[in-house]
């Protein structure tokens, strides 16, 4: 297991439409989470799921936004109609225990543009 | 609320000097870890090093330590004989609830040959 990996690593968009991203965390691990980054800022928080369960939601988080992890295994986070302010990077994480305790191994993440 | 400050957006060191990153932090919380996190250009996230609160031991990892002051809530990260490679933000980061980390805006860190 090489890491936690996203995929794509850019999209370009235009906006009003759809995208989807995924990301495989690293097998053991049964927590994960997304983040966004904007150009400047630190990483925010979005949500996170233990194993298929989505357990916490930033108010970030718009009805736009929906992410999944069905089978506990790889996750998908969909931005239905894109906004301008949705550009940004958009990061997974995973760990194997609440980040209290460990750390958490970060993806490349995937960088959204939308024009 | 949790939050988490750096006041350093941009900082540099010549080759082989030694650099310190500040972070202060806010929280309720009595027993906690801290994190610095490392992102290189176009590459993902690394934790660079952990500290626990109830540890009166600063933690150390080869060059990078910190100097971690609970009373204070300063949590600062010292690179010493830095090196091209440690070119990067740094984003220290406060974990909240176990499930999520606030993190700071980063401090851009260039290395001079």
């Known amino acids: 297991d090489t890491g936690v990996s996203q995929d794509p690593r850019h999209k370009i968009t235009k906006r009003g439409q759809n995208v989807t991203f995924r990301c495989d965390p690293i097998?053991?691990?049964?927590?994960l989470y997304w983040y966004r980054q904007t150009l400047g800022q630190g990483p925010e928080f979005l949500t996170y799921?233990?194993?298929?369960?989505?357990?916490?939601k930033s108010r970030l988080l718009s009805d736009r936004f929906s992410a999944e992890r069905p089978k506990g295994s790889f996750s998908t986070l969909e931005i239905q109609r894109t906004e301008q302010g949705d550009s940004a990077m958009y990061l997974c994480?995973?760990?194997?225990?609440?980040?209290?305790?460990?750390?958490?191994?970060f993806g490349q993440g995937t960088r959204l543009t939308v024009v | 609320a949790q939050t988490v400050t750096q006041s350093q957006p941009e900082m540099s060191v010549q080759e082989a000097e030694t650099v310190t990153l500040s972070c202060t932090y806010d929280t309720s919380e009595n027993n906690y870890y801290l994190f610095w996190y490392k992102q290189p250009p176009s590459r993902q996230m690394i934790l660079v090093i952990r500290?626990?609160?109830?540890?009166?031991q600063n933690a150390t990892e080869n060059r990078f330590s910190v100097n971690f002051q609970k009373a204070a809530k300063s949590f600062s990260l010292k690179i010493s004989d830095s090196q091209l490679g440690d070119t990067a933000m740094y984003f220290c980061a406060f974990p909240y609830t176990g499930n999520q980390f606030y993190f700071g805006t980063g401090t851009s860190l260039t290395v001079i040959p």
């Open positions: 799921f233990q194993n298929e369960a989505q357990l916490e």
């Open positions: 500290q626990e609160a109830y540890k009166q």
């Open positions: 097998s053991e691990h049964n927590r």
């Open positions: 994480a995973s760990s194997s225990e609440d980040t209290m305790n460990t750390e958490a191994f």
